[in-house]
């Protein structure tokens, strides 16, 4: 589908064909997007505007990085906008020229029909330099983000809270799931950063105004990987010490069951002698010689409890809960 705006002096054109926008004697500006084009449209694309062929192979070719390249009679932008259920990154190709900008994207995009209805509504935000549309583009994408961003951080904040009421395996794997998206917005934040940066880096924004304002994306785009970074690390540090309180337990545990084995040593190798099968063993004969050899179990025991007991080993402190 392609949708075109177009401005004269007079009124904002929004039923033209590409055909009838190349002849109109009088446009000032305009602005066609490409949703999910038909092969016609693409070709479209490549025969009826003098772009680079480098630039539209780029542009018709999904999967290529976050970019902004300088052409002779135009410059050429690949952005990332985000798909909130998926946390995949969503491309869309801009061609910027000095009376024109060109977007393309197979994906629906909520910020192009934001943008879009602005325009509509208000033709004259744009005044004269497609640079407008673009910054719009840029901020209402880069707004998206954040709603993602700070579910994330308060997922992570739900689980510090309740670790204690999660096995070690719940635990584990949400906190596996909520890296796995940070990574994922990492993998579009970073490249959006140097993308702004790129922009105001150039000659491209011919006003300071205009710097200004993306200078404000910059700084949004810098607090979003602020606050990422700092759930990374929130993670990071909830992850070691639920893996260091479990270590501590297991400890615990395995102390306590050293401390039995210890104990009951020498009253198995008791037990384990005279339960030899021998013709002949004198102890045997007694009387009150098992009686004894109970006695004499049962007092290792207490002095052995004793001794652990002197020694601190009965204090040995359970690891602290979550």
């Known amino acids: 589908m392609i949708k075109i705006l177009a401005k004269t002096k007079e009124e904002l054109l929004t039923n033209l064909t590409i055909d009838e926008l190349q002849a109109h004697p009088s446009i000032d500006w305009y602005w066609i997007d490409f949703y999910n084009p038909t092969e016609q449209e693409q070709k479209a694309l490549e025969e009826k505007f003098d772009f680079h062929p480098l630039a539209v192979e780029d542009c018709l070719t999904q999967g290529q990085r976050a970019k902004f390249e300088i052409y002779d009679e135009h410059y050429f932008l690949v952005y990332y906008a985000l798909h909130k259920e998926e946390l995949e990154n969503l491309e869309v190709s801009a061609f910027i020229g000095d009376n024109f900008v060109v977007t393309y994207h197979v994906d629906k995009l909520k910020s192009v029909a934001r943008v879009a209805n602005l325009v509509e ?3 004259n935000i744009v005044e004269n330099d497609p640079w407008e549309i673009i910054y719009e583009l ?4 880069v707004d ?7 579910q994330l951080e308060d997922q992570i904040d739900d689980i510090e809270d309740n670790a204690k009421n999660e096995t070690m395996d719940e635990l584990m794997r949400n906190l596996y799931d909520i890296r796995s998206d940070l990574s994922r917005m990492r993998r579009i934040l970073n490249p959006m950063r140097d993308l702004i940066y790129r922009i105001m880096s150039t000659n491209a924004l011919k006003e300071k105004e205009q710097v200004r304002y993306f200078n404000d ?3 949004h785009l810098l607090n979003m990987i602020e606050i ?6 929130l993670s990071n540090d909830i992850r070691e010490s639920f893996m260091s ?10 102390f306590t069951l050293t401390l039995m084995s210890a104990i009951f040593l020498p009253l198995t190798f008791i037990a384990g002698l005279y339960g030899m099968n021998f013709s002949y063993m004198p102890e045997l004969a007694g009387k009150y010689n098992y009686f004894i050899v109970l006695g004499i179990m049962i007092g290792l025991v207490g002095v052995m409890v004793f001794a652990f007991y002197k020694m601190g080993w009965f204090k040995y402190r359970k690891g602290p809960k979550l």
């Open 217 to 219: 994306i910059y700084d």
């Open 245 to 254: 309180i479990n270590s501590d337990r297991m400890n615990s545990i395995m």
């Open 121 to 123: 509504k208000d033709p």
């Open 138 to 141: 840029l901020d209402h994408t």
């Open 144 to 150: 998206e983000y954040f709603p993602t961003l700070y």
């Open 228 to 233: 990422m970074n700092a759930s990374r690390d």
